[in-house]
């Protein structure tokens, strides 16, 4: 569709004389607030307390306190007036031995200067010193001098210095007097002479309240605000309660109002103080304060939290800096998963959630009760990757959703027909015994791209087995469970000992050994030992083995859930027994695996014997962290062997209620951040679950945050408070409104690591910069956007390059082109002296490139690409399963995978039958063009950053008209990138599987032996050893079978093959083997014998000799009974079968282009795969659309034209030809438009198109 321009526009490009403008906008891709922050500087040493004021003169001015070996001083930092630069001057005051400066505040003074009071803690007299100190704008010193001082036992807060109006400044300080508190009071007409303090008069307070952190800002009706912190209550262990209040001076700080309260903590857990507030607007005020907080809390009251936060299991994705809180229902009986929910820890906001209801989602029948999901934190999860599994003794199920990508990927180890899932694992642990027909633990390894499996089946009397092994997630099709350990687990008297929910197994990437453990129990009728096994990761070989009913080291009851750190296994004791000579076993086991040694670690804050810990995790400096229920998270120092715990007595507001009764959950950590977070699951009747708590291993949270604050016309009210920075030891933030007419707040604060180094941050909220101004003159402003699938492009170059520097923290606009920053892009026209624009789209930095030679002033050259850039690395391991048109899948993905919003998103109806399609591990960008090419369009970000395609075409409506060549600049032929191919074939497969039979193999052998008695034996045979494979036409083939010859007189053996009913599918067949009985014989033989007994032995025969017919007959009816006895038949059958399939079948189109087959003599044929193509008609509707873009690419011109803003790329342009005056109508395949400014003075500039495109007509 034609781009259409505002009418004086329109008419002004139409025009022979031009007044082209450009605007490139530079502007963070998220929301300002809450802030990064960028260091001020790069020191080492401790800065903090920084105070801020904007300066008359269009300066910023910053004053902080730093310490540096022995040194207390100043950094008096100023900007220049367009505020680019900062320029630091290093104010060494003081000894740090002798005097420490506690505090610093500055204003503006009459004139121009800078007025600073400072608060000096004087070490070697014991007093507290207020001095003032006067300076020019650029740091010079002018003059010094102390106000007052007083001792050091005398509690003071930092001073406030502001400027009331012209030559009349106030100090305010807070201070005690006996047990009462006051807000003090000092002026000054000249910054020199100060009043004697005098205690301001506020109503609405309690005298013995500490009054601390005094700050001013006189707003814009000329009164003073005055903001504070109140110390309200002290709790037992030193703990205080501290609220925000402020009060209003009418005249000039001569009286004050009563007191207002603006927060309300109530509790030690989270108070506010050192208040600082900025006016925006007139009826606009930033309030910014310090929260300190014991931990923060999030469960499903949360925005975007569906209902269920029973957080058993956690996951941290480190290089995103998200935290996934998986939520099983903790109660009694089956536990379904509630959801999945994704939280971004730097904003504490939830930003996607998946369950039963969402796209994609978890079946819906694991989310419902009767389902067991988790019963208690049985998958250890990795990044982004999470596994989840379904512990049903009849079905096991695997889930492994990637929540950057949004997919989520099903593995069925068996089929369910009640739940409509079919098994698409092969060699799954086979399924035997009387219980624990189950998937045990679940590891994820997303480095190896594995999700390791612990089977157990059995029973206590049959005997225990376990099997471990992956799934590999690179395996597209096809998947199969990789088996690495078999075992069967140990006997302890007469009963097996099974693999308990209270154990578990931990895979060791590190020291290529998996780790499994079994927990126990007493009970008086059966009692369960506990055991540990480690295997080689490689080879399955076990390594070693503990048996709590042998190994008189190991706990007789075992382990709980393990985890390995440095060649040794934590976990802890399933549970204590007196006897057995374990009566000092307690705490956490340590179990050396190369010495094969067990120590047992106790508690030292506690005495109990039992201690319910869940999985440890790994901290820093060897320390490893876990839940300890009905204590809080317990540190062990693996190190040290020393204890250290985190719970609501040293930590106030660690959890809600107020109580430490953590279930058994995972714990993860922020090793950026020194941060634990811990689920929350509750205690099935004690307590309800409460979602994630996270807090620091350096005590409390402190983070500054802001309130809005409004006056519509009936009083100030302020808003929630919500984050203002990203980090949780921000603290003690002021700020600053730009100077001049924008509303942009500058903000500065403390930023405190993992290593307890404090350091100044800052950052800008309108952070937006035009940076037309800095384009260089006589250089480009191109960008290029074209129909081949390829990013628009932008490249632009900027003076003051070293402005740009990312690292150079010097400046103020380090930041503004660092990578993946966003930049608008607008051309535009002057008509009769007002700017008229037209957006050209939307682009993130790629790249920069900074030349910097001595003599030459340094430029940047910028090069961006639209929103596309952001997708061509981004992994997706599986979409969801399609079955839709084109412009609705690429509807979905936008919203899904680029996160973009609806209103950025305009899809034209692009024809075609619905596609049906799963993605697998590609990429966003390569989905997206493999639908357009299917459909003949391309993909494109329009000028507005809208996301939509546009068709490829050659016989499309004309977008606009040139009349003449008068703004023709050059114009060729160019066909550079055509070919001799003409005819194309597409080959696509049909949807549908059809079934083939393949050639004949043998399946199995089977062997055997029958007995006299007469038997038969039934072999069925499974075409393979996971069932599921289907053959036809079976047979035998008879290696052997019975030669004896009773067999052989009563019909030998017979061997019958029995093909299985259809509806079995045709998985196996049943071969029967039989024998003839052989008893009637045997019967007739012995009976012989007994009867032979009774005929005497001589019986006259010829020539006198004697026969013994009774002999004979006995050894007859022997040998003949002896032949039967000894008949056994042996048989060895092959089987035989055509392996059934079910393949689709191909399908493919041609297009030929007969016409220039001719001209050449010659076909030359290119073969085109689409997997989107499912029949014969759309093979044939793509190899015609591709001959077609094949036919114009020999048709292509380029031309050189006054750029003109209502052309875009897929626009058909008519024009007349330079030549023929003919008309020709061209497709614009690729669009260059490019500006130059010309240099003050000089000419030279232009502003030109340059557009390749096919001759259409």
């Not at 950094?75 to 005097?99: E, G, Q």
């Not at 210095?161 to 807070?174: A, F, K, M, P």
């Amino acid at each position: 569709m034609a781009r259409t321009l505002d009418a004086i526009l329109a008419a002004a490009q139409d025009g022979q004389s031009h007044h082209p403008i450009v605007e490139v906008i530079s502007r963070q891709r998220v929301a300002d607030i809450p802030f990064d922050g960028s260091f001020l500087t790069s020191e080492t040493f401790n800065e903090y307390g920084a105070n801020l004021i904007p300066h008359s003169s269009g300066r910023l001015i910053i004053a902080y306190i730093y310490h540096s070996g022995t040194t207390s001083g100043i950094k008096f930092v100023y900007t220049d007036t367009d505020r680019t630069v900062f320029t630091t001057v290093d104010l060494p005051l003081y000894i740090y031995t002798t005097s420490e400066i506690k505090a610093v505040s500055i204003c503006e003074m009459t004139g121009g200067n800078i007025g600073m009071v400072l608060l000096v803690d004087d070490k070697s007299n014991h007093l507290y010193r207020l001095t003032r100190r006067i300076y020019t704008v650029t740091g010079t010193a002018v003059s010094n001098a102390e106000i007052a001082n007083w001792s050091h036992d005398t509690f003071t807060s930092d001073p406030w210095v502001q400027t009331i109006g012209e030559n009349s400044y106030l100090i305010v300080y807070g201070k005690s007097s006996g047990s009462d508190y006051y807000l003090y009071g000092r002026t000054s007409a000249d910054f020199t002479t100060w009043s004697a303090e005098g205690a301001l008069s506020i109503g609405g307070l309690t005298s013995t309240w500490r009054l601390a952190n005094p700050s001013i800002i006189k707003i814009s009706t000329g009164d003073l605000w005055l903001w504070f912190d109140a110390l309200e209550s002290t709790g037992p262990g030193g703990e205080e309660l501290t609220n925000i209040y402020y009060s209003v001076s009418a005249d000039g700080g001569g009286t004050w109002a009563d007191a207002v309260k603006v927060s309300a903590y109530d509790s030690y857990g989270e108070v506010g103080s050192h208040p600082v507030a900025v006016q925006k607007a007139a009826n606009q005020m930033n309030l910014i304060f310090t929260r300190t907080v014991g931990a923060l809390h999030m469960d499903d009251s949360a925005t975007g939290w569906p209902t269920g936060d029973s957080a058993v299991e956690l996951s941290w994705d480190s290089a995103n800096r998200k935290l996934y809180a998986i939520n099983c229902y903790a109660g009694a009986g089956n536990k379904p998963l509630q959801c999945v929910v994704k939280i971004d820890v730097d904003t504490w906001t939830v930003d996607r959630y998946w369950d039963g209801t969402t796209t994609p989602g978890f079946p819906a029948f694991i989310t419902v009760d009767g389902c067991n999901a988790s019963p208690s934190g049985i998958r250890v999860h990795d990044g982004h990757l999470i596994a989840i599994t379904s512990v049903q003794s009849d079905e096991r199920f695997l889930w492994v959703l990637d929540g950057e990508a949004n997919t989520i990927r099903n593995y069925y180890f068996d089929t369910s027909a009640p739940l409509g899932v079919t098994q698409n694992v092969s060699h799954p642990f086979p399924k035997g015994g009387l219980d624990f027909n189950t998937i045990r633990e679940a590891f994820v390894d997303a480095a190896n791209n594995r999700v390791w499996l612990l089977f157990a089946d059995g029973s206590i009397l049959g005997g225990y087995h376990v099997s471990v092994g992956y799934i590999d997630l690179t395996e597209t099709t096809d998947y199969e469970y990789h088996e690495v350990v078999y075992a069967t687990l140990p006997t302890y008297g007469d009963m097996a000992l099974p693999p308990s929910m209270k154990g578990g197994m931990h895979v060791d990437l590190s020291g290529n050994m998996i780790v499994v453990t079994g927990g126990g129990y007493y009970h008086p009728i059966a009692e369960i030992v506990g055991w540990c096994g480690v295997w080689d990761i490689e080879s399955g070989a076990l390594i070693v083995m503990w048996e709590g009913g042998v190994d008189s080291d190991f706990p007789r009851y075992g382990l709980t859930k393990p985890f390995v750190y440095n060649g040794r296994i934590y976990a802890g004791m399933s549970e204590y027994t007196s006897g057995h000579g374990q009566s000092a076993f307690r705490g956490l086991a340590e179990i050396d695996v190369s010495a094969e040694t067990v120590t047992l670690h106790r508690p030292s804050y506690c005495s109990e014997d039992d201690h319910a810990f869940g999985r440890p995790a790994l901290l820093q400096d060897g320390k490893i962290a876990m839940t300890h229920t009905s204590f809080g998270v317990a540190v062990f120092d693996t190190v040290s062997r020393t204890w250290q715990l985190y719970s609501n007595g040293n930590l106030s507001g660690m959890t809600v209620s107020g109580n430490d009764h953590f279930g058994p959950s995972e714990i993860v950590y922020d090793d950026a951040n020194d941060m634990v977070m811990v689920g929350y699951p509750g205690i099935y009747g004690t307590e309800d679950p409460a979602g994630v708590i996270m807090f620091s291993v350096n005590g409390y949270i402190r983070q500054a945050m802001h309130s809005i604050g409004t006056d519509p016309g009936g009083g100030w009210t302020f808003a929630t408070a919500a984050q203002l920075v990203q980090g949780y030891l921000d603290y003690d933030a002021v700020a600053a409104v730009e100077p001049g007419s924008s509303t942009a707040m500058y903000v500065f604060w403390t930023n405190e690591n993992t290593s307890e180094e404090q350091s100044i941050k800052w950052d800008k909220d309108g952070s937006s910069l035009d940076l037309s101004g800095y384009l260089v003159a006589g250089t480009e402003i191109a960008f290029e956007r074209s129909i081949d699938g390829k990013p628009a492009s932008l490249r632009f170059t900027v003076s003051n390059g070293h402005l740009f520097d990312p690292y150079n923290l010097a400046s103020l606009l380090n930041a503004t082109l660092r990578k993946g920053r966003k930049l608008t892009l607008r051309f535009g026209e002057k008509v009769s002296g007002t700017n008229y624009w037209e957006n050209q789209g939307t682009f993130y930095v790629t790249g920069t490139s900074l030349r910097f030679r001595r003599g030459d002033y340094p430029v940047m050259e910028v090069d961006a690409e639209d929103g596309r850039a952001l997708w061509q690395h981004s992994h997706i391991i599986a979409t969801d399963i399609y079955n839709n048109l084109g412009e609705d899948i690429l509807e979905d993905l936008m919203l899904d995978v680029a996160n973009l919003s609806a209103g950025d998103i305009n899809f034209p109806s692009m024809g075609g039958s619905a596609i049906q399609m799963q993605w697998i591990d590609t990429t966003l960008d390569e989905i997206v063009t493999q639908i357009c090419n299917r459909l003949g369009y391309f993909f494109r970000f329009d000028m507005d950053a809208k996301a939509t395609a546009r068709r490829i075409t050659n016989a499309g409506s004309i977008d606009h008209t040139y009349t003449g060549n008068a703004d023709l600049i050059e114009y060729s032929p160019d066909d550079k990138y055509s070919d001799f191919t003409n005819r194309i074939t597409v080959i696509g497969q049909e949807l549908d599987f059809t079934d083939v039979t393949f050639d004949e193999e043998r399946i199995t052998q089977i062997s055997g032996t029958l007995g006299w008695w007469g038997c038969k034996a039934e072999h069925v045979v499974w075409f393979s050893e996971d069932k599921s494979r289907r053959c036809v036409n079976p047979r035998i083939n008879v290696i052997e079978s019975a030669v004896s010859i009773p067999f052989q007189l009563q019909g030998s053996v017979t061997e019958t093959l029995t093909e299985c009913s259809t509806s079995d599918d045709n998985k196996f067949c049943t071969v029967n083997v039989s024998a003839p009985n052989l008893v009637p014989q045997l019967t007739s033989a012995i009976a012989m014998v007994a009867a032979s007994l009774g005929i005497g032995d001589g019986i006259p025969g010829p020539a006198g000799m004697t026969i013994p017919i009774g002999k004979i007959l006995e050894k007859a009816g022997l040998v003949w009974a002896l032949m039967i006895l000894g008949s056994v038949a042996n048989y060895q059958i092959e089987v035989w079968a055509q392996p059934l399939g079910s393949v689709r079948r191909s399908v493919q189109g041609t297009w030929d282009d007969e016409e220039h087959q001719t001209e050449i003599g010659a076909i030359v044929p290119q073969v085109i795969t689409d997997p989107l193509c499912y029949s014969q008609a759309d093979c044939i509707e793509v190899a015609n659309f591709e001959g077609m873009v094949v036919q114009m690419q020999r048709r292509r011109v380029s031309i050189t034209k006054v750029a003109h803003l209502q052309d875009e790329e897929g626009d058909t342009i008519r024009r007349v030809h330079p030549y023929s005056n003919q008309i020709i109508d061209l497709f614009v395949a690729r669009l260059r438009r490019s500006m130059v400014i010309p240099p003050p003075g000089e000419d030279g500039g232009q502003f030109i198109d340059e557009i390749e495109g096919w001759v259409v007509s």
